[in-house]
């Protein structure tokens, strides 16, 4: 059965306090994830893997050599792994057109508020999951953040393309894929 294209909105906002350092900036919400109404929720996406190694040297260990890692268990521990660390999570699109998960179908897209969020918080560095979350966040969002922090007089984050956690980027393996995030996730770097 052929999924049909939607008008859909992100559905929830951005998870981030004000001593978030580092942006996790993905597209739109998979379907699972709107399912979920929380940021990648699709069981096989590796994001969770990657951040609970990032800071649990023993889940570290454990992914270096090869093992199982499973994601953490509820929404409530997800947001305080983020939120420990410094990191806040949003999206480049609030409202688009979709079929199913596809991000190569986005279109009629209206962006997420990212100056809104900078000015809540101290955010250096914004990672973006995927090549499509970065070329959105070029296409749409780039020229807009630059304004705003120029007319706040405020330094603009650096901004990172990082290989996607998703599934269908089935050529990167997980310990491959935390090789490439982990330097990156690191909050005094910035």
């Avoid at 570290?60 to 660390?85: N, Y």
């Amino acid at each position: 059965m052929k999924s049909e294209s939607q008008t859909l909105d992100h559905g929830f906002g951005p998870l981030y306090s004000s001593d978030s350092r580092i942006l996790i900036l993905g597209s739109f919400p998979s379907v699972k994830s709107r399912e979920a109404q929380f940021y990648y929720g699709h069981p096989q996406n590796r994001f969770w893997r990657i951040l609970r190694a990032r800071f649990d040297p023993e889940v570290e260990a454990r992914l270096l050599a090869g093992e199982k890692i499973d994601p953490s268990e509820t929404i409530e521990e997800k947001k305080a792994l983020v939120l420990h660390h410094q990191l806040a999570l949003w999206d480049t699109i609030e409202r688009c057109t979709i079929t199913g998960s596809s991000d190569s179908s986005i279109r009629d897209v209206t962006v997420t508020d990212l100056p809104w969020l900078l000015a809540r918080t101290g955010i250096e560095r914004i990672l973006c999951n995927g090549t499509t979350s970065y070329r959105l966040f070029q296409k749409y969002t780039l020229e807009g953040m630059q304004k705003a922090c120029e007319e706040r007089g405020q330094h603009c984050p650096d901004v990172l393309s990082l290989p996607s956690t998703s599934p269908a980027n089935a050529a990167w393996s997980l310990p491959k894929l935390y090789a490439a995030w982990k330097d990156a996730l690191n909050p005094e770097k910035t």
